[in-house]
């Protein structure tokens, strides 16, 4: 059963960067996706990005698009996501999930770690 374990989360200010990472054991994850989502409080886990762990593919949500680069190391198994000039509102649970095929949804995913949090103070 594969396992996924994020890190790299923690306090940052306005404008500034961070990369989180995600480790992925347990599997074969080169047919797989692996997507990011987050979720702030009060609110909806929201997909972030996705990248196929094959091809150098990857989808964005709008919000995060130009700002956020998600990239993957095949050969250690860990997906990466450097947030560039963040803001207040990235503030949320950061979590990594492995899919079968690229989806903004959260449904097809079917293994999800545990979450990393990204405080962004203004």
């Known amino acids: 059963q594969a396992q996924l374990e994020e890190s790299g989360g923690g306090l940052v200010q306005a404008g500034k960067s961070l990369n989180i990472s995600c480790t992925a054991s347990?599997?074969?994850?080169?047919?797989?996706?692996m997507g990011w989502f987050r979720q702030a409080p009060g609110k909806d886990r929201e997909f972030v990005a996705v990248?196929?762990?094959?091809?150098?593919?990857?989808i964005y949500a709008k919000s995060v698009e130009g700002r956020f680069t998600i990239a993957r190391d095949s050969g250690m198994n860990t997906v990466y996501l450097q947030m560039d000039d963040l803001k207040p509102e990235d503030t949320a649970v950061y979590y990594c999930?492995?899919?079968?095929?690229?989806?903004?949804?959260?449904?097809?995913?079917?293994?999800w770690g545990r979450g990393t949090q990204v405080t962004v103070s203004s």
């Open positions: 999930a492995i899919g079968p095929y690229l989806s903004a949804n959260s449904g097809p995913y079917t293994y």
């Open positions: 990248i196929r762990w094959s091809q150098v593919t990857s």
């Open positions: 347990g599997g074969d994850f080169s047919s797989d996706v």
